[in-house]
Nanobody, 123 residues
Framework: QVQLVESGGGSVQAGGSLRLSCAAS????????MGWFRQAPGKEREKVAS????????YFADSVKGRFTISRDNAKNMMYLQMNNLKPEDTAMYYC????????????????WGQGTQVTVSS
C-alpha cells in the first residue's frame, strides 16, 4: 500500500500561484499512475491532472489547461501540481491520487488517496 500526504495549499488572490506537493510512502510511486483531483462544496469530484508512471504522458482537464502543470520525481517519491493564474473557480479541496494505470492515466477506482489540501482563490 502507498500512503499519500499533500501539502502546499492555501489562500491566494486571483492570478496568483500555488504549488501542491504529494509525498508518498510505503511503496515506490513508479508502480502507479498519479494525479490530482479536486472537489468543491456541492460539486462532484473532478480529475484535474494525471501523469503516467515515468512522466511521459500527462492529462489536464480543459478548465486548467495552460495554467496547471503536473510533474513527478520517482526518486524522491514525490508528485507536484504547479498552479498558475489561479481563478476563484479553482477553489476546492485538492486530493493526491495513485492507482494502477488505465490508458496511461490515474483512475478514481481502486485508488489510494491523500487527505486533501484546501486551495482558496479570492477575486
Amino acid at each position: 500500500q502507498v500512503q499519500l500526504v499533500e501539502s502546499g495549499g492555501g489562500s491566494v488572490q486571483a492570478g496568483g500561484s500555488l504549488r501542491l506537493s504529494c509525498a508518498a510512502s510505503g511503496d515506490t510511486i513508479s508502480t502507479y499512475c498519479m494525479g490530482w483531483f479536486r472537489q468543491a462544496p456541492g460539486k462532484e469530484r473532478e480529475k484535474v491532472a494525471s501523469i503516467s508512471r515515468y512522466g511521459g504522458s500527462t492529462y489536464f482537464a480543459d478548465s486548467v489547461k495552460g495554467r496547471f502543470t503536473i510533474s513527478r520525481d520517482n526518486a524522491k517519491n514525490m508528485m507536484y501540481l504547479q498552479m498558475n493564474n489561479l481563478k476563484p473557480e479553482d477553489t476546492a479541496m485538492y486530493y493526491c491520487a495513485a492507482s494502477l494505470c488505465r490508458s496511461g492515466m490515474v483512475t478514481a477506482d481502486d485508488t489510494y488517496w491523500g487527505q486533501g489540501t484546501q486551495v482558496t482563490v479570492s477575486s
